[in-house]
């Protein structure tokens, strides 16, 4: 944990309940063992959506459409939510989960490899939920950005790898260690890019909020 693990139960009591197909939804993701964001995070999330209020939002890795549903209950009215997700089993389920939900109309699904999809899209987000592969974000990121309207948001999610970003590349287990140097390139990258203004957030694993600036 980034935050106190007493504060961050704390915080998590405070929380109202979402409906109960989304409730349901989380359950079965963490039953699964399906990695989905947290309850502190899904929280932050939600406000976020409610101030830049985006007509046009893309998920990179849907998983099985929990973040997807929960953020469609806070976007306005004639919203659009594009994702996308490669594993088989995962898109079976997120479709059978919008299904549910009633959001077959306000989420669209692709299947594939990200970086493909990414490179074949044309129209700009004016909000960009990044939560795939950590490994891959630092190649995500030049079509992130190139989607991203001016003044578009790009968050970015489980960011710190549970403390270990912090730490010397000998000091992580040696099969974390490609994943660790991709990461700590992606945050410089996040703060260096010149068409960014980032945000590093001790959130739950860690989240990146990035701005595009309008130049």
Same mark, same amino acid.
């Given at each position: 944990?980034?935050?106190?693990e007493?504060?961050?139960? @704390?915080?998590?009591?405070?929380?109202?309940?979402?409906?109960?197909? $989304?409730?349901? $939804?989380?359950?079965? %993701?963490? +039953?699964?063992?399906?990695? &989905? &964001?947290?309850?502190?995070?899904?929280? /932050?999330? +939600?406000?976020?959506? !409610? &101030?830049?209020?985006?007509?046009?939002?893309?998920?990179?890795? %849907?998983?099985?459409?929990f973040? #997807? $549903?929960?953020?469609?209950? @806070?976007?306005?009215?004639?919203?659009?939510?594009?994702?996308?997700?490669?594993?088989?089993?995962?898109?079976? %389920?997120?479709?059978?989960? /919008? +299904?549910?939900?009633?959001?077959?109309e306000?989420?669209?699904?692709?299947?594939?490899?990200?970086?493909?999809?990414?490179?074949?899209?044309?129209?700009?987000?004016? *909000?960009? /939920? !990044?939560?795939?592969?950590?490994?891959?974000?630092?190649?995500?990121?030049?079509?992130?950005?190139?989607l991203? #309207?001016?003044?578009?948001?790009?968050?970015?999610?489980?960011? /710190?790898?549970?403390?270990?970003?912090?730490?010397?590349? *000998?000091?992580?287990?040696?099969?974390?260690?490609?994943?660790?140097?991709? !990461?700590?390139?992606?945050?410089?990258?996040?703060?260096?890019?010149? !068409?960014?203004?980032?945000?590093?957030?001790?959130?739950?694993?860690?989240?990146?909020?990035?701005?595009?600036?309008?130049?």
């Amino acid at each position: 944990m980034i935050v106190d693990e007493r504060m961050t139960t @704390y915080i998590h009591s405070l929380e109202q309940q979402e409906s109960p197909v $989304i409730e349901a $939804i989380e359950q079965e %993701a963490l +039953k699964a063992q399906v990695p &989905i &964001i947290r309850k502190e995070t899904q929280s /932050f999330l +939600k406000v976020l959506l !409610m &101030i830049k209020k985006p007509l046009r939002v893309l998920e990179v890795g %849907a998983a099985v459409g929990f973040s #997807a $549903i929960l953020m469609s209950e @806070y976007l306005p009215e004639g919203s659009h939510i594009t994702t996308i997700e490669k594993y088989e089993k995962r898109i079976a %389920a997120a479709r059978d989960n /919008f +299904k549910r939900a009633g959001k077959e109309e306000q989420i669209t699904l692709l299947e594939g490899d990200a970086l493909e999809i990414l490179g074949s899209l044309e129209r700009s987000y004016d *909000f960009i /939920f !990044m939560d795939a592969a950590k490994g891959q974000y630092i190649y995500y990121l030049p079509e992130a950005v190139r989607l991203l #309207a001016p003044g578009g948001v790009l968050v970015s999610d489980n960011v /710190f790898q549970d403390g270990d970003v912090i730490q010397s590349r *000998f000091a992580v287990e040696r099969r974390n260690r490609t994943i660790h140097s991709r !990461m700590r390139e992606y945050l410089y990258e996040l703060k260096h890019h010149e !068409m960014l203004q980032t945000s590093l957030l001790p959130l739950g694993d860690g989240v990146a909020v990035s701005v595009k600036k309008d130049v």
